[in-house]
Nanobody, 126 residues
Framework: QVQLVESGGGLVQAGGSLRLSCAAS????????MGWFRQAPGKEREFVAA????????NYADSVKGRFTISRDNAKNTVYLQMNSLKPEDTAVYYC???????????????????WGLGTQVTVST
């Protein structure tokens, strides 16, 4: 069982930056593939980024490539999402997710993840 708690959300102007954190419980955090998803009002949850448990392969949605960076610190049981050059369309609730499965390309489907946090709100103003 893994429990996930997101933090770092807030209100930022377009062009600004935020860093989200996801703290995980459990001694086996380093063996989990971690992902970030987001959901805007009236829209379906969508994939943002993911990182394998070996801190190797990463996967990004096209909409965030070059602007967002996912990373992890296994010693701190934490995964991060550095978000730069934020746009109003990045406004959403951001969720952290985990799966014990390993794949060469970290999965982008929400159904591939077993554990979810409650989310943190990110609002980007014009």
């Amino acid at each position: 069982q893994v429990q996930l708690v997101e933090s770092g959300g807030g209100l930022v102007q377009a062009g600004g930056s935020l860093r989200l954190s996801c703290a995980a419980s459990g001694r086996t955090f380093s063996s989990y593939t971690m992902g970030w998803f987001r959901q805007a009002p009236g829209k379906e949850r969508e994939f943002v980024a993911a990182i394998s448990w070996r801190s190797g392969p990463t996967n990004y949605a096209d909409s965030v490539k070059g602007r967002f960076t996912i990373s992890r610190d296994n010693a701190k049981n934490t995964v991060y999402l550095q978000m730069n050059s934020l746009k109003p369309e990045d406004t959403a609730v951001y969720y952290c997710a985990a799966t014990p499965d390993y794949a060469l390309r970290p999965p982008a489907r929400s159904t591939d993840y077993d554990y979810w946090g409650l989310g943190t709100q990110v609002t980007v103003s014009t």
